[in-house]
């Protein structure tokens, strides 16, 4: 049968200025419709437009996926809340469900609480949640963050968290990228190597390092990388220059998810600007795509959020910690 379009059907097409390859062959019920669309007098580059979605968002992907990831935000969002949040707390056997949030009280560490996207609370229901937590802790003598998102419901839940005494600790961004496309080399000045690491003398340098550059005791990820060391699930990575720590980050991998998350990354003042946290983030990402990890999400403070958008990462969101102290 001769193509109804074969003056169509794999010209050249171009895409803002450059050039997109060939249209691919449409087969199926679609023909007809399709036939009068490309046949009639549409310009070159609105058929690469629908080239384009067509590969970026319908084109079907291996065995197991339905779609090809993706790297528009609302879609990374959902696939964040739907796969990511949810699974952390299977990761805490000693999380305790309250209602509709969890809590988790850490013996090396303040407390920390959080909820599904929607908490599904309001008014005098949701402030007696909030103080059930707040009260918890204090029985304990210990401080809590109860951790929230921009885009979560009820809006007004920062406002009920401050009245009932916790502080916030400042706005990070949250932004999500596909671990394949930040996995490329980056050069390094001479001098400068990165390793992986679970020695308890490089945990506590790395600790030190981090109490440096955050300005906060960061003396607790000792203990906690500690309980970690052997979490294949967890990979510990540090920047080594003139025999000292100068920056370290580790990948946290959410089992049964195509998830993981990019923590720390704090690099001296004075080693800063020299590709240090654009190397830590590739190294990670190489190992995220060797697990079958796709999507990468970072809680970003304004400094990291910039070279993080030059990589291809997507702001998603915002977070924010609002903490209780005794």
């Known amino acids: 049968m001769v193509e109804p379009w074969p003056e169509v059907y794999g010209a050249p097409v171009t895409f803002a200025g450059r050039p997109g390859g060939r249209l691919p062959r449409i087969t199926g019920s679609d023909k007809p ?55 952390e707390w299977e990761a805490y ?74 502080v916030s600790e400042g706005r990070e961004t949250v932004l999500i990228g596909l671990a394949e496309e930040m996995a490329g080399p980056v050069r390094l000045e001479d001098g400068i190597v990165l390793r992986e690491t679970k020695d308890e003398a490089d945990l506590r340098r790395l600790a030190a390092t981090a109490t440096e550059v955050f300005g906060r005791d960061s003396t607790w990820l000792v203990d906690y990388l500690l309980e970690k060391q052997d979490d294949p699930n967890t990979v510990v990575v540090v920047a080594e220059a003139d025999g000292q720590v ?45 697990r079958g990890v796709k999507y990468l999400q970072v809680d970003a403070s304004e400094d990291s959020r910039p070279i993080l958008e030059r990589l291809g990462f997507v702001v998603v969101t915002t977070t924010t910690g609002y903490v209780w102290q005794p």
Do not use: M
């Not at 923590?263 to 990402?285: D, E, F, Q, S």
């Open 33 to 87: 419709v399709l036939h009068r669309v490309l046949t009639g007098k549409w310009p070159v580059s609105v058929l690469a437009l629908g080239r384009f979605w067509f590969e970026n968002r319908v084109r079907q992907s291996g065995a197991g996926n339905s779609v090809e990831p993706v790297t528009d935000a609302s879609a990374l969002l959902s696939a964040f809340d739907t796969q990511a949040r949810p699974a």
């Open 93 to 166: 056997p000693d999380a305790v469900q309250d209602s509709e949030v969890f809590r988790v009280a850490w013996g090396h560490r303040r407390g920390f609480v959080a909820g599904p996207p929607d908490l599904r609370l309001g008014g005098a229901e949701l402030d007696a949640v909030i103080a059930r937590q707040r009260d918890f802790f204090a029985a304990r003598g210990q401080a809590v963050e109860w951790k929230t998102w921009g885009h979560d419901k009820p809006s007004d839940l920062p406002e009920r968290l401050e009245a009932a005494g916790f």
């Open 246 to 290: 100068v920056s370290s980050a580790r990948l946290e991998i959410v089992p049964g998810t195509e998830f993981g998350g990019l923590w720390g990354g704090g690099t001296l003042a004075a080693w800063r600007g020299k590709g240090i946290y654009r190397a830590l983030v590739a190294h990670r990402a190489r190992v995220a795509v060797e």
